[in-house]
């Protein structure tokens, strides 16, 4: 399977393997990131790149992506998207805004997972999934969860301008994709939303998509 297939209908996902290519940046990116160390800037630098083929091949104008405040990506008008990174891979994700009202992507190692987060990350449905298995595939069932939390906050976060605690949100995983959910105030639930997620030698990626309805 090819991490770009994992982009729901009428988006486009774009990976990059760093290896040590050059990058180009906007001028008006380079700014966000001029007083950056060396590694977030290439960082910064390959998922700009993965956003910008991605709009290229979703046909709009290139632009700058600039960044909020928060850090969400700031993308040019009628697109909604979502960047990540992680060691030796950026990916973006990228959708028109008459399509979708928002999008997130989240790439983890399993490796860099620290399991003894797991109390602040995961509600009890989540650790008790979680219990369930030996320690190999527990740890790569962790990293699948916290990744699709990340997916899903890079999603919530554009759209209600909140951040968020993962407790407050379940992920159900099934055999390729999941479904997130918050609860809703007073009781009961929001409407769910589904995911899809791969899982390669140790990386997982998750992908999200809210689409106008
Ligand atoms: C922002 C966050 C989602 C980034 O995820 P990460 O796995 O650390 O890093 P990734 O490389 O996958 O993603 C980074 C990209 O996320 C995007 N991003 C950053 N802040 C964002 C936000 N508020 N909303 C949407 N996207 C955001 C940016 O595009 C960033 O890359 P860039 O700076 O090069 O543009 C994460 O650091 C975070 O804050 N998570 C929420 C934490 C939280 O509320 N935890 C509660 C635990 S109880």
Redesign the pocket.
Known sequence: MELSDLAPPGTVLIPILDRGQSVALHPLEAELVARAGDKRRR??AL?RACARAALAALEFPEAPIG?AE????LWPQGVVG?????SGLAAALVGRGSEFRALGI???RSEAMDETLAP??FVPSELALLSALDAPRRREMATLLFSAK?AY??LF??LTGR?????RLEIVPGASGFTARQPQEPDGWAEPIAGRFAVMDGLVVTVIGLSVS
């Open positions: 960082d910064f998922g960044r928060s850090g969400m990506p979502s960047i990540t990174h992680t989240d790439a983890e602040r990350l990340e906050y890079k976060h554009p951040r968020l605690d993962f407790r």
